[in-house]
């Protein structure tokens, strides 16, 4: 598992119009690509009557599968333009797809190639980017007499709180990037004196949204 990649916030549909021509563009997070042929497969049903309904998409932990498809435009003037935007981007698991209404100007190959990869750019732009970053949930057991301490430095540190529960013990809950549970460790035992249980649980990706 990566310990952190960039991807789709969610789905989303933004138009921009370039000389009379419409260039909707559908982005969405896919896990397969299953999923991203299924997302193509709906987009073509819904704008059955566009001129163009041109495609990219890249998948996987490695990029290891990349897929462009201009549907009819000139060779390389829209799908691949579109999977280099995502690949500019660093973005895995995304499906976009850019649906083209002819204006009655055409454009050329500089123009069609300008115009996919600003279609795209804009879409991304506007459905928004996360960063997943792979955490590892870690426990920390203490007595009571420990929660004030325990509980401040963590809300003051770089860790992120994910809960606490009060039983005959109290136990804090907190989420610790993959690469810094060995520094964790030492930090908790330091502060409690090394009165303090940790215990691993389970790992979870967790998401922030990358500005613009």
């Known amino acids: 598992m990566l310990a952190s990649y960039y991807t789709m916030k969610t789905s989303g549909t933004n138009e921009i119009v370039i000389n009379k021509s419409r260039f909707i563009a559908h982005v969405k997070r896919v896990t ?10 709906s987009i073509k049903k819904e704008h059955w009557n566009a001129t163009h309904n041109c495609s990219a998409y890249m998948i996987g932990e490695k990029d290891e599968i990349q897929k462009a498809n201009d549907d009819g435009e000139p060779s390389g003037t829209a ?6 935007v995502l690949k500019k981007r660093h973005l895995k698991d995304t499906c976009v797809v850019v649906t083209r209404y002819f204006g009655g100007i055409k ?7 300008r115009a996919y990869g600003s279609a795209v750019t804009e879409g991304i732009n506007a459905a928004g980017v996360v960063e997943r970053t792979l955490m590892k949930v ?6 009571y007499t420990w929660l004030g301490k325990v509980e401040n430095e963590l809300r003051q540190s770089s860790y992120i709180m994910k809960n606490i529960e009060y039983e005959e013990k109290v136990s804090l ?3 610790v990037p993959v690469e810094s549970v060995q520094s964790f460790h030492k930090w908790i035992t330091n502060i409690t004196n090394g009165q303090g249980q940790i215990d691993e649980q389970e790992e979870t990706y967790l998401e922030t949204d990358v500005p613009l």
């Open 173 to 175: 809950f907190a989420y």
């Open 79 to 84: 799908g691949v333009p579109m999977l280099e």
């Open 138 to 143: 870690l426990s920390v057991r203490v007595d």
């Open 107 to 113: 454009l050329g190959a500089g123009g069609l190639i």
């Open 32 to 41: 397969n690509e299953a999923e991203a042929q299924e997302f193509i497969q």
